[in-house]
């Protein structure tokens, strides 16, 4: 299942940043790392922005500082990231899981009219992607524990994030046919001068 939420954005083809948001394990790093190597736009982790400023690993906020002070610092990262958006900068921003559940968040950045997408799969597939990351690279989510939270942690999240511009399922695909559906979807790095006079013309509703 994949679509656009009815009354959404039409092509962006004048964008020059997209948002990649969704559960743990949605891929929003293989998928925002691939998406900016093919449009040549610089790829963002936004959790690695909140750890430069806090100089301290997302999980050692979470332990020795809790959530609430975890998220105050992705706010702050995220309002800094998006002032430099609004001033000009290509990016493809990968948000960690929380961020786009939070309102504020989600208010900002549809304040700043950048695109977001929601990469989606099974809760079960999420789960077992995630587990696999932990013990193939020993990645640390503090908010992974056991299947019964992390599906109820999902469930509560996925209404905020069906307000993304687009909604991508990514369950049984490939990083490369994600990455060209999200582009065709949004239009994504073809501006106007690169739209041929075919495509203008299909675009006016004119058959040939
Ligand atoms: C979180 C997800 C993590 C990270 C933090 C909180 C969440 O990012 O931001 O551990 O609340 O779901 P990923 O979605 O990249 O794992």
Redesign the pocket.
Known sequence: MRGRKSGAMGRQSGAQAVILI?????G??SVGRALGERLGWPFE???ER?ERRERRK??EI?RDSG?PE?RRG?HEALRELLNELNAGAERVV??????F?QQRNARLIEAAGVPTVFLDASVEELWRR?RQQALLHG??????NRLENFRD?YEA?RPHYLKASWQQETGGKAIEEIVAEVIQALGLGRSDKDRSDKDRSRERGETR
């Open positions: 969704g559960f743990m394990g949605a929003k790093s982790d936004l959790d909140i997302v999980a979470f959530e975890f992705e990968a948000l960690g899981g929380g961020a559940a995630c990645s640390e989510r503090p908010l992974l942690l999240r």
